[in-house]
């Protein structure tokens, strides 16, 4: 964590956009499946520190950037990611923040770099935060502990006996033979030291590493048969290299090395871990790229090489990440080249909201003087759609349409499913003027089931005038179960006859037919569709279904079609069933005649 960066604040001209110009790489032609970079695309996550522990998944620990950013003053709330093999990452949520430190700094923010540790069914987090306002001198090594791995955190205290300045980017690693190390520092100031048993004290004094070559923070400590390595960021000018040195023992001295990771895209930081998993050796490290913004930054990985004699090959950042190492399986994180790649052609069930919509509201200085809504480069500035439809809920891809006249603006998109809670980034790169409305730009939100949702555009990151949003979804799977009138389970009365294959003299007062049970899947909704023939020029029947909470029954009209033989009638209403197979559905006629022939159910998977 660069101390700089605390003064930086998100501005709309930093925003330059990573959604236009981007080409895929040769990864999507591929038949192994890649992880894509970054990594992580739900939040904005810096700092990771990986683990394998004994469940065979892969843990990422990472700091997290806020959104709309004040700079690194207010990161905070931990978020743990796991994957089985490195390309489906799963967000398993967040597990401490601020404030759950009792002793922590009042105005809370200042959660940095973390780590973690496991020992005797105890996982153990670290973490770096103030515990006074005078942040800079009261930096203390929070531990918090957990009999999980990513969840039900507590903190315990925090690590007496260190210095208070420049105490940053904990990191703790474990020897063969059991023990444990602590490593910390920055402002180019080192320091390691073993751990006691108990995890939460030191064991002997703290060693400062002197002969480290421009050393600045991040140090990560691993151990590669028996060599240690020590990774950490210098202080190049315009943005931090990852270096690394060698040692035959856990305290030093260190031998420098040289450089193994160039300075990361948009950010001035970086900060990396090494771990091997499944027989290979990675780098995780974060950069700018989808935000342009050095505080708001993402976790990538790539491999890592060491070469026959131990020393290790510069880390080449790709865009394509690195390809899977198991099967596919569950995951949370859409991977960055599907993020940003405009075709989303399985969404297309989509619904278009003008900016004058009757369930479109804008406030906090947004101005509507005509179809568009304007000013949204106004801090507070806002854009809200009520009532929509997220299907039976999940991922939904989100389209604004817009003209900006600056060079890369940013909306912050907050969306009723949003499991983080955080909003989403939205990239508005300018289009060359104000009127120019050739802007078209996409991110995959989340949406709760059912007609709740609400969506809102936040501005006040640069400007961009607003013509229309998007929301289009997968459609639904339906089943769909014919249910022939001479079947079993069909009964009739009132005058209403059956022929052959059809239900007759359905135009006398009190004639019916019912179909009994019908399968209403999950309950809800269903499509009644009717197949029918009729000589009148129209008839009308009362539907009644089990699931129709009103009692009251469905209106279906049915034109006619030329004749009592001429069977091409289909219309077709949304019903409503419950759950299971019980479930009833009668048609009453005695309004106009038809001869039926079927009744098709469709029920929303």
Do not use: C
Request: hydrophobic fraction near 35%; avoid cysteine; aromatic fraction near 10%.
């Amino acid at each position: 964590m660069r101390k700089k960066l605390l003064s930086l604040f998100l501005s709309g001209t930093m925003l330059l956009s990573v959604f236009v110009g981007f080409t895929s790489s040769s990864v999507a032609a591929d038949t192994v499946t890649q992880s894509g970079n970054p990594i992580f695309t739900s939040i904005f996550t810096a700092d990771p520190s990986a683990h394998v522990w004994n469940d065979g998944r892969i843990y990422v620990y990472a700091s997290h950037d806020i959104f709309p950013s004040r700079g690194s003053d207010l990161m905070d709330k931990y978020h743990v990611f796991s994957s089985d093999n490195m390309v489906d990452w799963v967000d398993e949520g967040e597990i401490l923040r601020a404030d759950d430190v009792p002793w922590g700094r009042p105005e809370g923010g200042f959660m940095w770099a973390p780590d973690a540790a496991y020992k005797d069914g105890t996982y153990y987090f670290y973490f770096p935060h103030p515990s006074d306002s005078n942040w800079n001198n009261s930096w203390k090594i929070g531990v918090a502990t957990s009999d999980k791995p990513a969840a039900d955190f507590s903190v315990q205290g925090y690590i007496g006996g260190l210095p208070g300045s420049n105490l940053i980017d904990p990191n703790v690693f474990r020897d063969d033979n059991g023990d444990y190390y602590l490593y910390a520092g920055g402002g180019g100031s080192s320091y390691g030291m073993k751990l006691a048993d108990d995890m939460v004290s030191i064991d002997g004094p703290v060693e400062q590493f002197t002969e480290l070559e421009d050393f600045h923070e991040a140090t990560w400590v691993f151990k590669r048969g028996s060599v240690y390595y020590l990774t950490y960021s210098d202080n190049n000018s315009g943005g931090n290299r990852m270096r690394y040195a060698t040692s035959s023992s856990p305290l030093g001295p260190w031998v420098n090395r040289g450089i193994i990771l160039d300075p990361v895209l948009n950010s001035e930081t970086s900060h990396g871990s090494v771990v091997e998993y499944k027989g290979n050796w990675y780098m995780f490290y974060h950069n700018g790229k989808i935000s342009s913004n050095g505080t708001l930054r993402s976790v990538a990985v790539d491999r890592l090489y060491f070469n026959t004699d131990g020393t290790i090959q510069k880390v080449i950042q790709t865009t394509g990440g690195v390809p899977a190492v198991g099967p596919r399986s569950h995951a949370t994180e859409i991977k960055y080249d599907e993020l940003i790649n405009e075709s989303f052609d399985e969404y297309t069930q989509k619904t278009e909201y003008a900016m004058n919509s009757s369930n479109v509201s804008i406030g906090g200085g947004a101005t509507r003087p005509g179809a568009n809504v304007e000013n949204m480069h106004t801090e507070g500035s806002y854009i809200q759609l009520n009532g929509i439809n997220g299907g039976t809920g999940g991922k939904a891809l989100l389209t604004v349409l817009y003209a900006s006249g600056d060079s890369g603006s940013a909306f912050k998109v907050d969306a009723s499913g949003d499991p983080a809670g955080d909003g989403y980034f939205l990239s508005l790169p300018g289009t060359g003027g104000w009127g120019s409305y050739t802007g078209r730009t996409n991110r995959l939100i989340d949406l709760n089931a059912g007609t709740n949702n609400i969506i809102r555009l936040s501005g006040g990151m640069g400007g961009a005038n607003i013509s229309r949003v998007i929301v289009s979804m997968v459609p639904e799977s339906t089943q769909e179960t014919e249910y022939a009138v001479n079947g079993n389970n069909v009964s009739f009365g009132g005058g209403a006859t059956r022929s052959g294959e059809s239900i007759e003299n359905l135009h006398i007062p009190g004639s019916y037919f019912e179909v009994s049970g019908v399968n209403g899947g999950t309950g809800g909704q269903a499509l009644l569709t009717v197949l029918y023939a009729s000589a009148e020029a129209a008839a009308t029947f009362t539907v009644n279904a089990s699931g129709d909470l009103s009692g009251s029954g469905y209106s279906l009209s049915m034109p006619g079609t030329g004749g009592w033989s001429t069977y091409t009638g289909r219309v077709s209403r949304l019903i409503d069933l419950n759950p299971g197979t019980n479930n009833v559905i009668r048609m009453n006629g005695g309004m106009g005649g038809a001869n039926i022939t079927r009744l098709i159910v469709s029920s929303v998977q």
